[in-house]
């Protein structure tokens, strides 16, 4: 199976930035797509970017509205590593990060078949 582990999480600023990365790492060669999801305090996990990493659609990346012009989303296959650069954080970022294998352009969490363990991020006024 395919294992992740994110890292780069911590408290910051609003407006601040932080950088999260997720190695991957067992039977990578099979996935298509990865993507980042985040659970605040009390909701639901939602879908804030995915990027296809194989095949003809490799780089593309699609984001939640909430995101759009201040998360980038980005992958290196030579390392196996998927990033997700967040600049202008806001409050409502904080929530748990996890980043997903297996994903579609919708955001949804009902294609991921493999989650990572999550990193705190924490936005503070």
């Known amino acids: 199976q395919v294992q992740l582990e994110e890292s780069g999480g911590g408290s910051v600023q609003a407006g601040g930035s932080l950088r999260l990365s997720c190695a991957a790492s067992g039977y990578t060669y099979s996935l298509r797509c990865l993507g980042w999801f985040r659970q605040p305090p009390g909701k639901e996990r939602e879908g804030v970017a995915v990027?296809?990493?194989?095949?003809?659609?490799?780089?593309?990346?699609g984001y939640a509205d909430s995101v759009k012009g201040r998360f980038t989303i980005s992958q290196d296959n030579a390392k196996n590593t998927l990033y997700l650069q967040m600049t202008s954080l806001k409050p409502e970022d904080t929530a748990m990060y996890y980043c997903?294998?297996?994903?579609?352009?919708?955001?949804?969490?009902?294609?991921?078949?493999?989650w990572g363990q999550g990193t705190q991020v924490t936005v503070s006024s």
């Open positions: 990027i296809y990493t194989r095949g003809s659609l490799s780089g593309w990346a």
């Open positions: 997903a294998a297996e994903c579609d352009a919708g955001l949804g969490t009902r294609a991921v078949r493999f």
